[in-house]
């Protein structure tokens, strides 16, 4: 609220209320007459109020009657009076109203997360509807032979593997070949890396564009290959996607699902991170079916599961 109203221009202003003549009324002292009657012309004049304030008076020969609220509607608007208080998912009376989608804390941090498994499903299916969309596997072990290194591109809706091969050596002919090769797949087409910003460095398709062991980059698209996009949410990732869906924190009071630094027992892997890089982009392809399916697992502790009320809100009338 204002700390002060203002007076109206061109109207006449009346500092005290015995100054006020008979027949003018503020809009409140209308509604409480009998019958209750509201404004029906513009305001003549002007009274101060509460020191610093000025409420505008109106002429009780231009009013109108005020319309009666029914019973019903009476209990609608009491009954809504009343929800504003009550968490609508668990039900909860809290002393201050709840402000916009009426949830609690506990539940807001609750539906927080939900919404982010919901987006990530949601974007599983957008990917696997899409027959361009592709998954670009990468792993660049800067110690490993270069026999070990290798790329692969898997198409998303059928796990087919569109292209696999050695990546070569930085700076190598066969890693030019590669790097040649993936402009031209990957033009125009949507793709989709396996780590984020927590996932090894050596398969970020960015890797590729770099001597082995170099220092980090600047976050984007590179310039040159489209496809490569560095630390950036330019290319979606399997592994965004499936932290999303799979609810799991690394502490409590955390809004933002994520994977964790170090896959445990507690938390195996959902997919193969092997010197096959093409199976394990068709593990991926598959984790992404069954999040678009609703059959990957979730976590066991997701917050909308933990606490039992899960993400269904009940019927609640206002």
């Known amino acids: 609220m204002p700390r002060s109203i203002p007076p109206l221009p061109g109207l006449t202003r009346y500092t005290r209320w015995d100054q006020v003549p008979d027949g003018l009324h503020t ?4 509604g409480r007459m009998d019958p209750p009657l509201k404004p029906g012309a513009d305001p003549v004049g002007q009274v101060l109020y509460n020191g610093n304030s ?8 231009t009013a109108v009657p005020k319309r009666t609220v029914s019973p019903a509607q009476r209990a609608v608007l009491d009954r809504a009076r009343e929800l504003q208080y009550r968490c609508r998912r668990c039900g909860a009376e809290e002393t201050e109203p709840l402000g916009k989608g009426r949830f609690c804390d506990p539940c807001r941090y609750a539906m927080t997360l939900w919404d982010q498994h919901n987006q990530a499903q949601t974007l599983a299916r957008e990917l696997l509807a899409d027959p361009a969309a592709v998954l670009l596997v990468v792993d660049v072990e800067p110690d490993s032979l270069p026999e070990a290194q290798g790329v692969a591109v898997v198409a998303v809706h059928d796990g087919q593997v569109l292209y696999a091969a050695p990546a070569g050596e930085y700076g190598s002919p ?6 040649d090769q993936l402009d031209s797949l990957l033009a125009d087409r949507r793709v989709v890396e396996e780590p984020d910003f927590m996932g090894p460095h050596r398969r970020y398709p960015q890797a590729l564009l770099r001597p ?11 310039p040159l290959h489209p496809w490569a996009a560095h630390h950036s949410a330019a290319n979606a990732s399997v592994t965004r996607i499936w932290a999303g869906w799979f609810g799991w924190t690394d502490r409590h009071s955390s809004t933002t699902a994520c994977a964790p630094w170090e896959w445990s027992g507690d938390l195996p892997m959902p997919w193969t991170r092997s010197l096959d890089v093409a199976a394990d982009g ?3 392809a598959a984790v992404l079916h069954r999040i678009a399916d609703g059959t990957e697992p979730v ?13 269904g809100l009940p019927e609640v009338s206002a």
């Open 27 to 30: 809009k409140t002292q209308l």
């Open 54 to 61: 000025y409420a505008p008076l109106y002429d009780v020969d």
């Open 174 to 179: 066969e890693r030019g070949a590669v790097l």
């Open 212 to 222: 082995a062991n170099s220092g980090p980059v600047a976050s984007g698209r590179d």
């Open 282 to 284: 068709q593990a991926m």
């Open 299 to 311: 976590w066991e502790r997701a917050a909308w599961t933990l606490d039992g009320y899960g993400v």
